[in-house]
């Protein structure tokens, strides 16, 4: 049984930082990355990673986030610097395969960013 597992997030003042991870079990994604969701808007795509540690990133969080994976541990992090309140959101773990894209997801994990 595939299960996603995200940890962190919570509140932060503009400008802070806060740090997210996933762990995966059940099977081994060849891409896992992060989406977030902010009140009345669409889930849209932060940042994607595949096994070779190619990188992907919305123009929004470039140079700010930083994602990384460990693949003995089948775990996404998300490394969030300078935040901004338009951050605010309730952010999801995401794992597939490079061919089919994301099959799986997260339960989400509410990141607010205070002004």
Known sequence: QVQLVESGGGLVQAGGSLSLSCAASGRIFSIMGWYRQAPGKQRELVAT????????????????????????????????NSLKPEDTAVYYCAAGSILRGIDYWGKGTLVTVSS
């Open 49 to 80: 990673i595949t096994s070779v540690g190619s990188t992907n990133y919305a123009d929004s969080v470039k140079g700010r986030f930083t994602i990384s994976r460990d693949n003995a541990k089948n775990t996404v992090y998300l490394q969030m």
